[in-house]
């Protein structure tokens, strides 16, 4: 993954090759018996921040750039977080930028980003969270998005992978539409992760979902729980009560 100040584009392209439910099964019994991923000590926690930037998806970033620094703030006494945005727009862009730790650098590379109208690219999203945790272990991948109109079973295909990888996937639905929840819900249930949704310009909700998934990045399922009891926040509730 390149260095420089301009996330560049990833080569991760998806399986083509459906999965039968039976092989979805047999993922999510392998990652039940998984213990949660672990921030080992003294080290950061590395969290994939990842959002859909087709055209319909102009507030939704705009509000995402108001919202990253929560990240950081939330986890900064836990221990601190590296994040790393990846973004997909157009037909056949999929960017990731380089690993940044403070919310600063974060809102300036967004900052530069304007959203083009294309299709999803969830696929290509996953199998980058799955290549860079091959690099150095990466906790949890967030993901922030409106639609699905991709292969399921593709998708579901390595949901399975990361979670065996012990990388949750926390997935963030603004709206409702349906055909994004099911897959939605399933990248979760099979990475071992967690599903929220939220109202379409709800900054509050997207803020609580963002801080809950920072916490665990950096401080595992202690972290989370710790937020929920400290904090009554009903994000780090209802992720945490997915986890268990």
């Known amino acids: 993954m390149a260095k420089d100040r301009t996330p560049t584009t990833t080569g991760a392209r998806e399986p083509t090759k459906s999965s039968s439910r039976g092989d979805i099964d047999a993922f999510l019994a392998k990652v039940k018996s998984l213990a949660p991923s672990v921030t080992e000590p003294g080290k950061r926690g590395r969290l994939i921040f990842a959002l859909d930037a087709t055209m319909s998806r102009q507030p939704m970033w705009d509000m995402a750039c108001a919202l990253q620094g929560e990240m950081f703030r939330e986890v900064a006494a836990i221990g601190g977080l ?3 945005l990846v973004y997909y727009r157009g037909m056949n862009e999929c960017r990731a930028s380089r690993w940044v730790s403070d919310a600063r650098q974060l809102g300036g590379l967004m900052e530069r980003i304007d959203c083009r109208g ?3 690219q969830i696929g290509r999203i996953l199998g980058h969270a799955r290549k860079e945790t091959d690099k150095q ?4 991948l967030v993901f922030v998005g409106d639609a699905m109109e991709e292969k399921i079973d593709d998708l579901a295909m390595v949901a399975g992978a990361l979670g065996l990888l012990g990388i949750p996937c926390f997935v963030f639905q603004e709206g409702h539409d349906p055909i994004a929840e099911r897959a939605f819900r399933e990248i979760a249930r099979l990475s071992r992760g967690a599903y929220g949704r939220f109202d379409p310009g709800a900054a ?3 803020g609580e979902l963002l801080r809950a998934a920072a916490a665990y990045a950096a401080g595992g399922m202690k972290a989370l729980a710790d937020l929920s009891a400290k904090r009554g926040g009903s994000g780090a509730v209802r992720l945490l009560e997915q986890m268990k």
């Open 82 to 84: 590296d994040v790393q």
């Open 118 to 120: 294309g299709h999803t």
């Open 137 to 140: 272990k990466v906790q949890a």
């Open 204 to 206: 509050h909700e997207l």
